[in-house]
């Protein structure tokens, strides 16, 4: 019973393509988290969302864009893929936006060739 | 500019023994710190916080020590077993987002 799930684990594609990544929470939480892990091993925030409106943007490529449908999912769209997107991306959700644990995805590994 | 930092990247230890990791911070402003552990091809896995009004959380072999005037926060884990041996993240909050430090890399060696 996966409480964080994103899909797909693994995603290889060619520069210029636009590729999404689904990430799906079961545990009622109210916010959700997009991160990146980058070459050295760095986890830092992208997007933040809070009852399905965004609540941190950090400076991120406007290629990237989140999708909230609803609370329990926050989708990740990369529109003309870069080399330098390849990293591996986890998905986190929390319970409310402070003085929470986040619980994560188990990470998306993209490499764009 | 980091705000978290963890400054030895990886550490190993006697099965056992005690492991000390820890985690230095520059921003005043956060009031809650975590740790967690990550396995390879898998997602951080929460481990231990602690609230910055307190200056210790124990959970079993498990104990986290704070510091505020200091801005450093520990991990320490007693007796250490193989199944230990991950990446340890520290993070901090302050209402908005998690800031991760870089991770240290802890072995166990039976």
């Known amino acids: 019973d996966t409480a964080v799930s994103q899909t797909p684990k693994y995603l290889v594609t060619q520069m210029g393509n636009d590729k999404s990544i689904k990430c799906e929470q079961n545990?009622?939480?109210?916010?959700m988290y997009w991160y990146k892990q980058d070459s050295k091993k760095f986890l830092k925030i992208m997007f933040s969302?809070?009852?399905?409106?965004?609540?941190i943007n950090e400076t991120v490529p406007n290629r990237f864009s989140p999708k909230s449908p609803d609370k329990a999912h926050l989708n990740l769209h990369i529109n003309s893929l870069e080399l330098g997107d390849s990293a591996v991306y986890f998905c986190?959700?929390?319970?409310?936006?402070?003085?929470?644990?986040?619980?994560f995805g188990q990470g998306t590994r993209l490499t764009v060739v | 500019d980091q705000q978290v930092k963890q400054n030895s990247p990886s550490l190993s230890v006697q099965e056992g023994r005690i492991s000390i990791l820890n985690c230095d911070y520059t921003?005043?402003?956060?009031?809650?710190f975590l740790w967690y552990k990550k396995y390879p091809a898998e997602g951080p896995t929460f481990l231990i916080s602690?609230?910055?009004?307190?200056d210790k959380n124990e959970d079993g072999r498990f104990t986290v020590f704070l510091n505020k005037s200091a801005k450093h926060l520990s991990l320490h884990i007693v007796p250490s077993q193989p199944g230990d041996s991950a990446v340890y993240f520290c993070?901090?909050?302050?209402?908005?987002?998690?800031?991760f430090g870089p991770g240290t890399r802890l072995s166990v060696l039976p």
């Open positions: 986190a959700s929390s319970q409310d936006t402070g003085n929470t644990e986040a619980f």
């Open positions: 921003n005043s402003m956060f009031d809650y």
């Open positions: 993070a901090a909050d302050y209402g908005q987002n998690f800031v």
């Open positions: 602690i609230s910055s009004i307190k």
């Open positions: 969302y809070n009852n399905k409106e965004l609540i």
């Open positions: 545990l009622g939480h109210d916010t």
